[in-house]
């Protein structure tokens, strides 16, 4: 009796790892799944503002209704007036027909993407930052080589590429894909894409930089949290000039990915840039998934556009 006893105890033993497979096997099946929900086409297009309005400062988030009431504004707002006769308007840019303004708040209903400073308004730009941006904003103007124009004009860099990634008023698209050690973000504009990757390797060398920097990821459950650094100079913008955000090589960005549910995604970052801003400051905003595809975006196809504004300058000259 007490042999057979031991045969069964022993019997058990061995067997018992094999009965936990299956349960080992599913759970890591199911955070597999669980972080494969990333893939597919998001949009983060929203009325939602990059800073808070100053009427609104003290004032982090909306109710339910003034969310709609905000998103009314909004709309009103962006709605293209017929021209005046009488009056010459100019040709423009683009109208509202190319435009893809977001229409709803993000779904956390803050007032601003910004969330910290409290304010939530990006933090002043250093003397030197503001000093450098002042001098290509003057050249943008002279614009006497391509050089001197904006970075999203040489098709170089855009903001909804970021990183970080902040929405527009139109292409606010991306595609997500993974692999086992990696998370792809391809962004409509400038066709740029970038590889977040997940197989544990270091920073590259600090003599190795490029636009979008070098992105290193890992999962903490359900949250992907990607550090990022080896910005380059970024053309010294710091802020909106020329159309796009702007950094330079002192940018450290922390960012985090997570699924509210499964058609909005959570983005949040945290941008640490000593030599561009007074202080570091954080940001929120909620993507809705999209059913796409995401189109071929030509930044410069038949421009026609750029070399006739540089062969009308050169003709200005004396």
């Not at 005046?84 to 708040?105: D, L, P, W």
Request: with cysteine; glycine share 8%; net charge negative.
């Amino acid at each position: 009796m007490r042999l057979a006893l031991q045969r069964t105890l022993t019997l058990v033993r061995l067997l018992a790892p094999l009965m936990l497979l299956p349960a080992l096997v599913a759970g890591q099946s199911a955070r597999r799944d669980a972080h494969a929900a990333f893939d597919g086409i998001w949009n983060s297009a929203t009325a939602t503002p990059l800073e808070r309005p100053r009427e609104l400062s003290d004032k982090p988030f909306f109710t339910p209704e003034e969310a709609a009431a905000w998103e009314r504004q909004v709309v009103d707002s962006n709605e293209e007036r017929a021209p005046q006769a009488g009056k010459n308007t100019g040709t423009g840019t683009y109208n509202t027909v190319y435009r893809e303004f977001g229409t709803r708040t993000v779904r956390t209903l803050r007032t601003s993407i910004v969330i910290d400073p409290p304010d939530g308004r990006i933090p002043a730009l250093t003397p030197v930052a503001a000093e450098i941006k002042r001098r290509r904003v003057e050249a943008m103007r002279s614009g006497q080589s391509a050089e001197d124009l904006g970075l999203q004009d040489q098709c170089l860099a855009f903001a909804t590429a970021g990183p970080p990634m902040l929405p527009y008023s139109y292409n606010s698209n991306y595609q997500i894909m993974q692999t086992k050690d990696a998370f792809v973000i391809h962004a409509e504009m400038i066709h740029d894409t970038r590889i977040v990757h997940l197989d544990g390797r270091s920073h590259l060398p600090a003599g190795i930089r490029s636009w979008l920097g070098d992105s290193i990821g890992r999962w903490e459950g359900d949250t992907l949290i990607v550090d990022t650094a080896n910005f380059n100079d970024g053309g010294g913008f710091y802020g909106d000039a020329g159309g796009n955000f702007g950094w330079d090589r002192n940018l450290h960005l922390v960012e985090r990915f997570r699924l509210l549910d499964a058609d909005t995604l959570l983005y949040r970052f945290d941008v640490d840039d000593p030599t561009a801003f007074t202080k570091p400051w954080k940001g929120e905003l909620t993507m809705a998934r999209s059913t796409g595809p995401i189109y071929e975006y030509a930044c410069h196809e038949a421009n026609y556009s750029l070399v006739n504004l540089l062969r009308g300058y050169r003709a200005s000259e004396p």
